[in-house]
């Protein structure tokens, strides 16, 4: 115990690579906006200085699949552009999340009928946003639950080594 109070007093930090590595992913979030309905206006707003997403360490959206760890689905999705979504989604690189933002995207919503599916029999969604629209502090929140989801991963350092 003494050793320990003494390196906290030097400046040292004790943690294990897990944990170092899913600190610094969820604390630079790529994401890659894909907004099909009225959601993706709130979903703009965050970029913006009153909500300003770079604080979450997700400043700049990003137009390519193959940039980007997250796609955000924010309005509904019909059963043309499903397979786009899943086509997208398989170009990401690993590891990768999806948060599906808004009562269309995650039941279809008001729009219910035969065209629409749920953005969840598509691709695997990590956190649901409620609401028509989502205000930009839900998404907010919803990156939040996704940073700590990120954080208390385990089994990192063995994914990125493939040694898993």
């Not at 990401?92 to 599916?117: D, H, Q, R």
């Amino acid at each position: 115990m003494a050793n320990t109070a003494a390196a906290v007093s030097e400046g040292l930090v004790f943690t294990t690579l897990d944990k170092a590595v899913n600190w610094a992913r969820k604390n630079s979030i790529w994401p890659m906006t894909f907004g099909l309905a009225c959601c993706a206006i709130e979903m703009m707003s965050m970029g913006a200085s009153r909500f300003d997403i770079a604080r979450f360490g997700a400043e700049v959206f990003r137009g390519s699949p193959r940039q980007s760890d997250l796609m955000i689905i924010a309005g509904r999705v019909s059963q043309k552009m499903a397979p786009v979504i899943r086509h997208l989604y398989q170009q990401m690189p690993e590891p990768k999340w999806a948060i599906s933002m808004g009562a269309c995207a995650t039941s279809t919503g008001v729009f219910n009928n035969y065209a629409l599916v749920p953005v969840n029999q598509v691709i695997p969604i990590d956190v649901f946003v409620p609401g028509c629209p989502p205000r930009p502090e839900q998404l907010i929140y919803a990156l939040m639950l996704l940073q700590q989801k990120i954080q208390d991963q385990s089994g990192t350092v063995k994914q990125v080594l493939n040694l898993a």
